[in-house]
């Protein structure tokens, strides 16, 4: 399966959705402008006092069901019987209450049993009898006892025994503006061409209201959490979005809580639909539906102003239970009346509105559900794009609040109803947070709804109602009825939202606290024991700045995970909170040890190496022993104890827990993702130093599983090579077959031999001529004076994962190393082609080659010998453990081991050695150490160092020492081998693999400057070249030498990434040279006398030191060729071929 | 690079419309704030304003022109040197647009509360203020609710020399601006104001013709005329208010004319013309409306039935009785409820009606006979 083509179409559907929602909340934000305005400006001329008054205003009957109201029923019916209107019956209809709501009705209005003929216009439940009472004051009142029958039912009563013209439909416990029926009914009388068959008005929170006497005296926003929330909410629904669907003339709901009705319209339609749980909403739409297929002009009319004031949930449960309710009545409804979606027989509605709601009201919760679990899926399967995803999730977050604050806006320029500075900061406030807290329970109980509708699915239609309770409206007032008992969430007060914000904010402090202590700590030590030279206040506000930084990206993905814990355990939010705080100090303070063991910043280069190989590296640096382990384990605690102790002490406002996340995703999305190190000071070291170790190795990680899952064309190239088939071999190009090495060896004879010496970690800062640390390899040295010499060579990575694909094949890194691409993609190199030739391949090495996968390359070349630790005999003495672990055997003893062997090579076939050492490798323990430790003193005494410069040194007295071990096993093997008759016929090849990179470096070049040197008794003279070369360079070069001179057989095309080595003596270049640093990170390119590292550019000099640059005409152009090489190296996956199957059966035999 | 050309090409648009959306959203934040405090600043203005013109206002209210004993004098109603004495402080505020908005609703509020000479005391402020003019100013603009305004003030204010602006607007395609112009116009022409009924193109919605009704209440009973024309009015909506008319001042007169009406082509208008006959009792409408009944609609029915209940005599037990198995339910309650109305006849023929003790009959019978107790 295409899974890209699967990621590529998903991510389509979400954005195309995205778009078209914001489209239409944007229209609807605007549309809703001009409507409300011109709603208010008329309706300053409108005295509605006169339509109260007038014996000319039309009759109307409110009716009030009510189930179960004992409670306040008096008191709401009291309410009721004052509305000031001419023309007015009151009914209630009281469906079948459990409690004693008739018995309080029956003594407080005197209310005798009438006859009273129920023409059942409406098929309903029965009706037990129908009340009045005995005092004409309340002669208006009719109370109506029926079966319990549902919220529908109730209404449909109603309906069956009004009088009058208009009907208006109320929930007993909602309590009414002064005026509200008059701007309800006003609609009815003010339009001649359209009938008005429905109106309704908006809907307010009162939640935390003053109310005296069933009126609303004063308004404030509700204290508890929730409601404010749904405040916001109903602000939005009614104030917009109602008042764009009145205009457009699309409305397709009118609350529940409040609504008036052409019953005549009602009736001919069939009244409420009991069969479901949105009968508010499906009521209307069968109305429009009726008018649209009678052909009928009419009009549903919506009134702006706040009418209805009624109590929202304020808890979690209530509110769940509602929102499931709401989904399941809106599915209903869209599934009854599909007929009219995207139907033009039904207008407005069927094009418009119907779409609308399926879309954006019914699918909503489910595509962003279903967005999460795309996400997460993404996630598993490390396909997520992280800068993608948070820049999508900050996008829909500013859009959902700048709709929130224009809703408020909106409110503020025309009720204004919340005019105390401090409901208005809580209610923009809550704007910010709403999305967090009640939107997740909203979305969930939507799927919840969803899937409990679908269960059902079979008995649609025929939903049993239990009655309905109290507190249960919305903007969309669905139901009141609980047809399906709905599960019973944690509930979660308000308090504990307000409780929770403080928990975090402090613990987010306290995590801010502990970044800063280690911070000094570092820093202490590094003034104290490292030598580092100047002050406190030289380090530590840099320091803290990126502590600060860091402390901020890391809140987010606190807060997001600790708020999603909390709904479902509150406590277990904490715990969630204190364990991430502990587990990331504890990452900080092990980055902290890595970068002062080894000088380098930990980054990406991690995920590169299997599990294995991190324990291998990780025990020979000798961490892994039970005392670190008891250290781990009581810095966690430490740390635990702090963040108890210190929550519990430090309160921040829980306001701080809505500020907070803002930050983060400001200080992530400011550009700090991707921030570089500072270079303010002079050594790398002391720049990595003030670096939040922890932020270099997540961003790094972050790029690491982007740049994964990126994906593009390869792109030109502009290179000098002259591609055949870019499309399905990108790197196969015609061979340059620049031999520069001829003109230096005599020529004649057999092909020669080739010896290759990969030294681990030798450096140009310590080796040779211009070393500025002082050269520690004499003998070194002393060959390179008498071969071939560069000494501006660079390697192809910072370790030593890349050296043999590079000095061997010339080859692309792919993801993670060329060698870390499994199954290998099929090439050829110096190994295949030699043997090719005849010649005998042998790899030699004190380790596990299975370290970084280098048997399995080698093998892949079909290498005729591996020789490594475990084909050592008894006899030789590995290098010195380090809590039990050691890398495997010394350079000496490696040697020693080969010049022993007697079959390694049968004296008729030339042949090709490759040697890598690990002497020189961190723990730097070699054998004999005294005598190297003797010899490095004798060095520094040779060298001419001062005092102080040889206190530097001693710091590295182990590095420095494993060197002239590396050196003096070096000039034994080479002495040696001039004993040896083919001696004469062979071409030895020294270079480093890297530089070290735990001794400070001065540049970022260093770490790739090596020695790279060609000793022969063939050469004609010494030569010592300025100009820059790679390790790319050298299998191009030696194979246009031996096919020139000697007549070997390579193929026309290669897949070379170098060019040949460079011999121009004067420090110039013109070529691109890609670097991959750790196995992760591709971030270092050379070209021309520049150096790209990440985004910074660096000028290189001829002695390799190199100053920062602004040159952004030349950063541009090497940033082109570097997008072009990894688009180009990204291709190298799994199984790829670099070069044509026949021609790799030509050369290996069709070997894999 | 390339970083750049992936962040352009897939994560920039995000964040540059969330960037775009959070300057937004400072920006409207700043806004509301900003918006608020000045609304406060405003009302505590306002407050401060709202003092000084209802110190005015009830100056106004409660002055008293001094007699001069002079008759001639009264009769000319010089008014120049006993007008309200607006103070020095008034006359520099009303530099102020917004205060002259604020004492302008001032008065209007003042007004609809008083009566009489303090009525006219406040009108004669309000154009001493000068606020007719402003009103003028706001006739002027080409924006509709100015203009309506203006129109509702003038009325209200009854500022006489303006009254000849609102022809004008009687029949002006905006149905605010129309509506005000006619109210105002009644306030200056009592009934008389009514003739704009012989020309207006436009309907009268329910809500207009409550208002019109409203304003005339307040005038004298007038036997004004024209009513007949507007019965045989092409506008339907004027025909309604008609009937209307008829009905509220009981013009018996206008009985043959609303007989006419019956036979109406919209149900609407016949509505009204029966509902009228409930008004204007007379024998002669029953059988016509006897005669009607087959032909109408089920809500005429009803009314017809309704009308019966006050006019129909025991002639039309046997018409009614008929009604008794009609498939209306409520048919039959009206038919029931005039039954009772004819008196014992009816009520004999009810009780002895077969299927009296049947449902629905017996639980109707038993609601009508409740009503009557």
Redesign the interface.
Same mark, same amino acid.
């Given at each position: 399966m295409n899974w890209e083509l699967i990621q590529t179409i998903a991510s389509a559907i979400f954005l195309i959705y995205a778009f078209f929602l914001v489209s239409g909340y944007l229209f609807i934000g605007l549309y809703s402008i001009g409507g409300l305005k011109k709603y208010l400006?008329?309706n300053?001329?409108t005295n509605y006092r006169?339509?109260a008054s007038?014996p000319?205003?039309?009759p109307i009957s409110i009716i009030a069901p009510a189930y179960n109201e004992a409670a306040n029923i008096i008191e709401n019916a009291r309410s009721l019987l004052s509305i000031f209107y001419n023309n007015l019956e009151v009914i209630i209809v009281n469906d079948g209450s459990r409690d004693n709501s008739m018995e309080l009705l029956t003594d407080a209005y005197d209310l005798y049993k $009438?006859? #009273? #003929? *129920?023409?059942e216009?409406i098929k309903t439940k029965e009706v037990r009898g129908v009340y009045k009472s005995r005092n004409p004051i309340y002669s208006k009142l009719i109370v109506v006892d029926k079966v319990n029958g549902g919220k529908a039912d109730a209404l449909n009563v109603g309906i069956n025994i009004s009088a009058h013209k208009y009907i208006v439909c109320i929930d007993v416990d909602c309590i009414l503006e002064q005026d509200s029926i008059l701007k309800l009914v006003?609609p009815?009388?003010?339009?001649?061409?359209k009938r008005v068959i429905a109106t309704g008005g908006v809907v307010r929170i009162v939640n935390g209201c003053e109310v005296a006497d069933g009126r609303l005296v004063k308004v404030r926003l509700p204290d508890q959490m929730l409601p404010r929330m749904q405040t916001l909410e109903y602000i939005r629904a009614f104030l917009l979005g109602r008042m764009a669907w009145s205009r457009l003339g699309g409305l397709m709901l009118i609350s529940g809580a409040f609504g008036a009705f052409d019953k005549?319209i009602v009736i001919k339609c069939g009244g409420y639909d009991h069969g479901t749980v949105g009968e508010d909403m499906e009521l209307l739409v069968r109305m429009r539906r009726y008018m649209e297929e009678q052909r009928l002009p009419y009009r549903v009319a919506f009134i702006p102003d706040p009418l209805c004031w009624t109590e929202a949930p304020v808890t979690e449960e209530i509110l769940s239970r509602q929102r499931n309710r709401w989904t399941r009545g809106t599915i209903e409804t869209l599934y009854k009346h599909r007929i009219m979606f995207l139907n033009p027989r039904y207008g407005v509605i069927g094009l418009l509105s119907f779409p609308y709601w399926f879309f954006f009201e019914m699918m909503a919760p489910l595509v962003e559900f279903g967005g999460l679990v795309y996400f997460i899926v993404c996630l598993i399967f490390g396909w997520a794009?992280y800068?993608?995803f948070l820049?999508?999730l900050?996008?829909v977050?500013? #859009?959902g *609040?700048?709709y929130s604050?224009?809703a408020?806006?909106m409110e *503020?320029?025309s009720y204004?109803q919340y005019?105390s500075?401090k409901d208005?900061y809580r209610l923009?406030g809550t704007a910010f947070i709403e999305p967090f807290i009640s939107h997740p329970i909203g979305v969930w109980a939507a799927i919840r709804g969803t899937i409990d509708l679908l269960r059902k699915k079979n008995s649609w239609g025929e939903m049993t109602r239990a009655g309905f309770t109290k507190k249960e409206t919305g903007p969309d007032g669905v139901v009141k009825a609980p047809a399906v008992p709905a599960p019973a969430p944690t509930v979660i007060k308000d308090a504990e939202i307000e409780e929770a914000g403080k928990v975090f904010s402090s613990i987010a402090l306290i995590w801010l606290f502990i970044l800063f202590i280690l911070s000094v700590f570092e820093t202490t030590y590094y003034l104290t024991f490292v030598n580092v030279k100047g002050h406190w206040l030289k380090y530590l506000p840099y320091s803290f700045v990126n502590d600060l930084v860091f402390w901020a990206k890391s809140l987010i993905f606190l807060f997001v995970p600790f708020i999603l814990i909390r709904f479902v355990w509150f406590r277990g939010a904490r715990i969630f909170l204190t364990g991430a705080v502990a587990l990331l100090s504890l990452l900080q303070a092990s980055l902290l040890v890595y970068y002062n063991e080894t000088g380098i910043l930990l980054g990406s280069d991690v995920f590169g190496y299997s599990q294995a190989e991190i324990k291998q590296t990780l025990g020979s640096s000798g961490v892994l022993n039970w005392p670190v382990a008891a250290g781990v384990l009581a810095f966690i605690t430490l740390i635990v104890l702090i963040v108890n102790y210190g929550s519990h002490r430090i309160r921040l406002p829980g306001i701080a827990a809505v500020i907070l996340p803002i930050i983060s995703l400001?200080t992530i999305?400011s550009g700090v993702i991707?921030g570089s190190p500072v270079t303010r000071f002079e050594t790398d070291f002391e720049n990595s130093m003030v670096l939040n170790k922890s932020d270099h190795f997540l961003n790094s990680g972050f790029h690491y599983f982007r740049v994964a899952n990126?994906s593009?064309p390869a792109g030109a190239d502009t290179g000098p090579f002259e591609y055949v088939d870019p499309g399905q071999y990108p790197f196969l190009h015609k061979d340059l077959d620049r031999d520069v090495l001829s003109p230096y060896f005599e020529t004649g004879g057999s092909p020669p031999n080739i010896v290759i010496l990969l030294l681990e970690g030798l450096g140009s800062a310590y080796s040779n001529d211009g070393a500025y640390l002082g050269s520690f390899t004499p003998y070194i040295d002393s060959l390179s004076k008498q071969g071939l010499y560069w000494e501006n060579f660079l390697s192809q990575g910072g370790r030593t994962f890349a050296v043999l694909p590079s000095v061997l094949g010339s080859l692309p890194f792919g993801a993670n190393g060329f060698m870390e691409v499994e199954p290998l993609p099929q090439h050829l190199s110096l190994l295949s082609l030699l043997k090719y030739n005849g010649y005998q391949t042998s790899f030699f090495y004190g380790g596990n080659a299975s370290f970084d996968k280098m048997q399995a390359y080698l093998e892949s070349q079909g290498i005729d010998l591996i020789v490594q630790e475990e084909d050592f005999p008894k006899g030789y003495q590995k290098l010195p453990p380090v809590n039990g672990f050691t890398w495997g055997y010394g350079d000496k003893e490696l040697f020693r081991y080969h010049n022993s062997m007697k079959n390694v090579q049968d004296g008729q076939r030339p042949y090709l050695k490759i040697f890598l050492t690990i002497s020189t490798h961190n723990p730097f323990k070699v054998n004999d150490p005294e005598r190297y430790s003797e010899l490095f003193e004798k060095r520094l005494e040779q060298l001419g160092f001062d005092e102080q410069q040889k206190a530097e040194r001693r710091q590295f007295k182990d590095h420095y020492s494993s060197i002239l071990f590396m050196d003096d096993a070096v000039r034994e093997f080479i002495e040696q081998y001039r004993e040896r008759p083919d001696f004469e016929n062979t071409i030895f090849i020294l270079t480093g693999d890297h530089r070290m990179p735990e001794i400070p470096m001065n540049t970022k070049i260093d770490r790739f400057h090596v020695p790279m040197m060609i000793y022969s008794p063939m050469l004609k003279r010494a030569e010592r070249f300025s100009s820059i070369s790679s390790h790319n360079d050298i299998t191009p070069s030696l194979l246009s030498y031996l096919k020139n001179s000697y007549s070997l057989v390579v193929p026309e095309l290669n897949t070379w990434l170098g060019e040949g080595l460079d011999t121009l003596q004067g420090f110039d270049q013109k070529r691109f040279i890609p670097i991959m640093q750790s196995k992760t990170e591709i971030r270092d390119f050379a070209m021309g006398n520049y150096h790209l590292n990440g985004?910074e550019l660096f000028r290189i000099d001829a002695g390799m030191e190199e100053e920062k640059e602004e040159n952004e005409q030349v950063r $541009?152009r090497i940033?082109?060729k $570097?997008?072009i090489f990894?688009?180009r190296n990204r291709l190298l996956k799994p199984g790829a071929k670099l070069v044509p199957d026949s021609m790799y059966i030509k050369y290996t035999g069709g070997r894999q | 690079?390339?970083?750049?050309?992936? +962040?352009s090409s897939?994560? @920039?648009w995000?964040?540059i419309?969330?960037?775009i959306?959070?300057v937004?959203?400072i920006g409207?934040?700043v806004?509301?704030?900003i918006? =608020?405090h000045f609304?406060?600043l405003r009302n505590a203005r306002l407050a401060r304003w709202d003092s000084i013109a209802e110190s005015l206002i009830m100056e106004a209210i409660f002055f008293e022109k001094k007699s001069t004993k002079d008759p001639m004098l009264d009769a000319l109603d010089i008014l120049e040197h006993e007008e309200v004495r607006v103070p020095k402080r008034v006359d520099n505020l009303m530099k102020d647009r917004a205060f002259r908005r604020r004492i302008m609703d001032k008065i209007v509020a003042a007004k609809r509360n008083v009566s009489g000479t303090a009525s006219e005391n406040l009108s004669s402020l309000f154009r001493k203020l000068g606020l007719d003019l402003d009103i003028l100013n706001m006739l002027s603009t080409s924006v509709w609710?100015k203009q309506? @305004?203006a129109l509702?003030l003038i009325g209200f204010m009854k500022l006489a020399s303006h009254q000849h602006l609102m022809g004008q607007y009687v029949d002006d395609q905006s149905g605010?601006i129309r509506?005000?112009a006619q109210n105002a116009i009644l306030r200056f022409s009592g009934f008389e104001g009514l003739h704009f009924l012989t020309r207006t193109r436009y309907?009268l919605?329910?809500?207009q =013709?409550?208002?019109l009704?409203?304003e005339l209440s307040h005038l004298p009973h007038e036997d004004f005329k024209g009513i007949n024309d507007w019965l045989v009015s092409e506008n339907d @909506?004027v025909v309604i208010l008609a009937l209307?008319l008829t009905r509220i001042y009981h013009r018996f007169e206008l009985f043959q004319e609303v007989l006419k009406c019956l036979d109406h082509t919209n149900p609407e208008v016949r509505f009204h013309a029966i509902s009228v006959l409930k008004a204007l009792p007379n024998p002669d409408a029953v059988p016509v409306l006897v005669q009607l009944f087959p032909r109408e609609t089920v809500?005429n029915q009803i009314e017809i039935l309704k009308v019966l209940q006050d006019i129909a005599s025991d002639t039309e037990i046997g018409f009614l009785s008929e009604l008794l198995y009609d498939l209306e +339910?409520?048919i039959r309650?009206e038919a029931t409820r005039a039954l009772f109305k004819t008196g014992p006849a009816g009520k004999e023929v009810l009780s002895q009606y077969e299927g009296a003790d049947a449902y629905?009959l017996n639980?109707?019978i038993?609601?009508v006979?409740?009503e009557d107790r």
């Open positions: 400006l008329k300053s001329f006169l339509l007038s000319e205003a039309p $009438a006859d #009273f #003929f *129920v023409n216009q006003k009815f009388l003010e339009t001649r061409d005549e794009d800068t993608y820049s999508l900050l996008f977050y500013t #859009f *609040v700048l604050l224009f408020i806006m *503020v320029k204004n005019t500075r208005m923009m400001w999305f991707t990126d593009g985004n $541009a940033m082109a $570097a997008a990894r688009r | 690079m390339e970083l750049i050309s992936d +962040f897939e994560a @920039t995000p964040v419309m969330a960037s959306f959070s937004l959203i409207l934040v806004y509301i704030v918006y =608020q609304i406060r609710y309506a @305004t509702e605010l509506m005000e309907s919605s329910e809500w =013709q409550i208002k009704l409203d @909506t209307k809500s +339910f409520d309650k629905p639980r109707i038993a609601h006979r409740e």
